[in-house]
């Protein structure tokens, strides 16, 4: 049975509940305050997005110093 993460909306709860493949409608309450405002979290486990780098070329002028 899948675990799915639920945050609650009123108290900002997380909390993780056992339901099944199938959930017939959205009736979790939350374990705090028993708020219905609640809403699933999906876990990031994979999240595969066009990474883009950006590089700034920028040299230090060397010997630099002063002495004090
Ligand atoms: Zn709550």
Redesign the pocket.
Known sequence: MPIYEYI??????KFTLLQSMYPADNNTE??????R??KKVISSFSCATGSKESASSSVPAPGFGGGG
């Open positions: 609650c909306l009123k108290c900002n709860e939350c374990p705090k305050c028993f708020s405002e609640v």
